[in-house]
């Protein structure tokens, strides 16, 4: 299990990635991303909705009302230009910092 | 079947959004809850046990409102609410608070005011002489910060709506207590008292704070009239 405060800084990459797929709606959005991390980034509310808030604000998603075929109206969410910029250097922090993690944690077992 | 709509509005109804972005907040967070609940119909749960899951997603309404709120206003929005009206606020309560402990300390007698109705009311005339000058403090921080009109006044009577809070809370308790002792309860001497500790203690002082905060107020946005003219 992942602690929570490795899971809040993660999260905003999973976002980000998730939406390169595709535009998605809240619910879809946290479905998939639990189904590719097997259970292990889940999403409540409070911490999906009010991150997403926050990078709609800083111009790295763009949400827009949609009605499904059965009539329900859903926000989908899209990565901007400005996502997409931002994505690549948010995923070289995190692989640098696993890498540096894997090798510490070699050394300490070694 | 949960009315998720419903249940959101009720959850989130403080959010302190314009209505529409309100309305659009709610309906986005039921339709999320909506769907994990069919999901986990599909999935074979009864009605009930997938009710109770779906709910674990909103998890503690009050956090998911203050997250929302945050992540919509902005950091700085929560930091300007504390700054000008609940630090002054609190501050106004605690000083006016302090004094009358000092007063009755120095064993000053409220003075009691009688009239022909209900009975005697009493009055800390020396309490209610600085109230005006905690209340004018109060405006003041307010006002440094940057509050509002409303936001700077409701900073001066503060103690005010708190004492309110507290008399409302503290009455309907007494009458449980009384009522679990089996005393019996005259509602009208309670009528009584919650009138004349409402005049004596919050309608009285709550006027005078407010005196010195709507001065306070007043003399600040004369002095930043005078300061903006002499800047043109």
Known sequence: ?110 | MADWRRLVRRHLSGLGLDSAEQEAVHTELSEHLQEAYEALLREGLPKHDATKRALTLAGDWQDLQRKILMAKKGRDFMQKRLHQLWIPGFLTMTLSTVFLMALQKQRFQPRMVSWSGPGNVLFCIPWLMSLPVFGAIGAYLSSRAGGSRWTVLLASVFPAPALTAAFLLMFPIDLIVEWIIGRQVDFSLVATAILRDGIGWILVPGAALLAGGSLAQFLLSRRLGSRSVAGN
């Open chain 1, 1 to 110: 299990m992942i602690g929570a405060g490795i899971k809040r800084g993660t999260a905003e990459l999973a976002v980000l990635s998730i939406l390169e797929e595709g535009a998605l709606h809240g619910y879809e959005m946290a479905r998939r991303i639990e189904e590719q991390t097997k259970g292990a980034l889940r999403f409540t509310l409070a911490a999906l909705y009010p991150m997403l808030y926050r990078m709609e604000k800083r111009g790295w998603i763009r949400g827009s009302w949609e009605t499904s075929a059965n009539g329900r109206r859903r926000r989908c969410y899209r990565l901007t230009a400005e996502g997409k910029k931002k994505l690549s250097p948010i995923r070289q922090e995190w692989a640098e910092l696993f890498h540096a993690l894997r090798r510490l944690t070699k050394v300490s077992h070694g």
